[in-house]
């Protein structure tokens, strides 16, 4: 092997010339390897709180817990369905509780009492309208006014009833303005029987 060694230089003996070079390359790499950077090129050292994120344990435990305690009633429900013959359990006898059932109470209780007050300040109100006062001064202003008028009011609406002998009948003749009978008979009728009767006072006044 050493004689097919080639030598960067002329050496006189080529065994003891690659012993040489070897040796020194050894050298040189076991240097290199054990060689330290001049310059400090690591990283920031990572904090402790980073490397051990607490809350994260912490919340983890607290899901685990409760997938614990869930299982847990499952089961125990699973079991007690094994053990029973099957009925169902519906029935819900809990009482109705509120957390505002006094405060309401107490709520209504005082709207109650403003309630009755407000009552029995309107009842024990006298009223400032006072109708005798109006009543009197509606008959003054009609007096005022029946004084003012050229005609009386009232006049034209009275009714008055006399008593005509027709023949021997009495009829009711209601003198309103226009002569109405109040008779069911019609208006031809009376005019005939007054005809008549007007023609009889001539006979007798001529006899």
Partial sequence: MHRAYQPLKPATNKYLQQRWDQTTYQEHVSKVKAARPMVNTK?????AHVQLNLKKLQSEGERLAIIDRDNHLLSS??????TSKGQVDHR????ERSLTGKKKRDELLQMSRQNQAILQRITSRKSEYRRQVWEEEWERVERRRDDIGRYPRGVANQ??????????????????????????SSNREIEQSA????????EHVCK
């Fill in 43 to 47: 990283g920031i050292q990572t904090p």
């Fill in 77 to 82: 429900k699973l079991a007690d369905i094994m």
């Fill in 92 to 95: 819900n006898d809990y009482p």
């Fill in 159 to 184: 009714v008055t009833r006399k008593k005509v002998k027709f023949e021997g009948k009495k009829r009711e003749v209601l003198s309103e303005g226009s002569g109405q009978v109040s008779d069911t």
């Fill in 195 to 202: 005809r008549s009767s007007e023609a009889s006072v001539e």
